[in-house]
């Protein structure tokens, strides 16, 4: 963790100049896998040299050239091992950069970046941490830092993540007309997995500096920069932006968790909900909606109710049918059951809920558990809900929502005559 | 998500590995130390430590003034750790696949010892966003 940029400034700019910088080595160069370490390599150079001796004229031309002599280097390398095996030479004076000469291409080149790091053909984990590197001009440690694993193993993931790009042989170039809407979608779900990643529930100073939701926000702010007429590109930064909003206030100061009904809202970032809601103003009436802008449309609601009782749950509730209607997704249909709740009653809630027992993909998760929990509750059954929380406590994989889910159970058996509590 | 893979053994299994042959033991080694290297190369290892014998084990616990009382390991405790990997991975599914490579290192005659490897998930400070 020596050659980390200490002075934020000179972070920022190498984080904003990364994927620039990447573009066009990998134009001048045709190899991604070689120019995306080069040109990590010049950037904690940069993040070494330019605190000390001060920031060059041009630091992009600075950064491209130190890639330049980087790749230089390693072709030759390559070429001399080849060499040794076959004898053959390979001329390499040619290859002499001609520095950023590639500059109006930039911000194709972002996006082409953005798409060969979500590829579908790699796993989730290894995408995000090529996205991070590659288009978030993270480094390495940082990245690992953030994930909580050895470098060597956040480096080897990210080399694998390149070699299987290799191996697909997928060409540096924006993908079709046909492909696009697909491949976009991929992309949007890697960095909504970084914000979701990222949404912890301990700020501590360590995890501020690679703070993923922020990461997550900011390269979402620049793909919406790339492409502003994608209703659902917008559609994620606004759900990014309404949900990030309520950080200060989603946890306390042992960082356990506040569910929304008691949170303090006037912790709430009231800047950064405007700027929500207008982003999501802007978006809607485009016509193409989908299941991000409507995500944001329900965080919308929910930041705009000064008290939880003022909460439109009857159009939370249309939101939740719309985007039950538009994907199989049961996390929708738990959130749904929730809204249908607030709306009819507990009962209308629970009647839903019945309908997720047999869905392999939720019926062992912790949260059918939970909301079953709070419904029952809802209900008046102390017991039955005691009973859902403590089963929801034993599945999450989240040390504070498990303490959250146990303070609830508790909470409520002290309510219960103790005889209940004898087992 | 990450889950602690952990080899436990009985007692018993213990004072059979220490009657092991050089040669079973060496490529029990050597087995450990490549898979070590295998998960590195995956992407996927965060920890990795094997423990004492049980006979070094002491259970401890604070006395009336907090000071410790230690003990020897009771004669009724049947299983040990012997030793654990983290890994950080995509499903527990891959937890398993990676536990059943453990499970399968060479015992006596290179035949493998099908020790159980107890496979638990490492709780984080993440909760997922429900969206």
Request: some cysteine.
């Amino acid at each position: 963790m020596t050659a980390q940029p200490s002075d934020p400034p000179i972070e920022h700019l190498l984080r904003e100049l990364t994927p620039q910088v990447l573009g066009i080595v990998v134009r001048r160069f045709r190899d991604f896998a070689a120019a995306e370490d080069a040109v990590q390599e010049a950037s904690l150079a940069a993040a070494m040299q330019w605190p000390r001796d001060g920031l060059p004229e041009n630091p992009r031309a600075w950064l491209t050239r130190v890639a330049f002599r980087r790749m230089t280097d390693h072709i030759r390398s390559e070429a001399a091992r080849r060499r040794r095996e076959s004898e053959a030479a390979l001329e390499m004076d040619q290859l002499a950069p001609s520095v950023d000469a590639a500059g109006e291409s930039d911000q194709d080149d972002t996006l082409i970046l953005l798409f060969m790091c979500c590829h579908t053909a790699l796993t989730p984990a290894s995408a995000i941490a090529l996205t991070l590197r590659a288009v978030g001009g993270l480094t390495t440690a940082e990245i690992a830092h953030a994930f909580l694993v050895p470098e060597p193993t956040m480096a080897q993931r990210i080399s694998r993540a390149k070699q299987s790009i290799k191996d697909s042989s997928i060409p540096f170039q924006l993908p079709t007309a046909e492909e696009r809407a697909q491949r976009l979608r991929a992309v949007l779900h890697v960095l909504y997995l970084i914000f979701s990643e990222g949404y912890t529930s301990s700020i501590g100073p360590q995890l501020r500096r690679a703070d993923l939701s922020h990461q997550a926000m900011r390269l979402t702010l620049l793909l919406h920069h790339l492409q502003p007429d994608d209703t659902e590109v917008a559609g994620l930064l606004a759900l990014m932006l309404l949900t990030d909003a309520r950080r200060l206030a989603r946890t306390g100061a042992e960082g356990e968790l506040i569910p929304l009904a008691q949170q303090d809202r006037a912790l709430w970032d009231r800047q950064q909900i405007a700027e929500g809601v207008a982003l999501l103003s802007a978006t809607l009436p485009k016509g193409a909606v989908g299941p991000y802008q409507l995500q944001a449309a329900v965080a919308a609601i929910h930041d705009e109710a000064t008290r939880p009782e003022d909460t439109d749950w009857p159009q939370i509730l249309a939101l939740y049918d719309l985007l039950n209607r538009m994907s199989d997704n049961p996390m929708v249909a738990l959130n749904r059951a929730v809204a249908a709740a607030m709306v009819h009653g507990a009962t209308k809630g629970l009647e839903l809920l019945d309908a997720l027992k047999d869905d392999a993909r939720v019926a062992e998760h912790h949260r059918l558990d939970a909301v079953r929990a709070h419904l029952v509750e809802l209900a008046g059954d102390r017991e039955g809900a005691v009973r859902h929380y403590r089963a929801a406590a034993g599945k999450t994989a989240s040390l504070p929502e498990r303490n959250y889910l146990l303070a609830q159970a508790a909470r409520l058996s002290s309510e219960l005559p103790l005889t209940n509590e004898q087992e | 998500m990450k889950y602690i893979l952990m080899m436990n053994g009985t007692r018993a299994s213990f004072a059979e590995y220490a009657k092991w042959s050089k040669k079973d033991m060496e490529a029990n080694v050597a087995f450990m130390r490549a898979f070590s290297k295998q998960l590195k190369d995956e992407g996927v290892y965060v920890a990795t430590e094997g423990l004492g014998w049980p006979d070094q084990a002491k259970l401890v616990r604070a006395g009336q003034d907090g000071t410790p009382i230690t003990d020897g390991v009771f004669p009724e405790s049947k299983e040990f750790l012997a030793g654990y990997w983290i890994v950080d991975v995509e499903s527990s599914e891959q937890a398993y696949e990676i536990a059943a490579r453990a499970s399968a290192a060479p015992g006596p005659g290179g035949v493998p010892g099908n020790m159980p490897i107890e496979v638990r998930q490492v709780l984080g400070s993440h909760s997922d966003l429900g969206l």
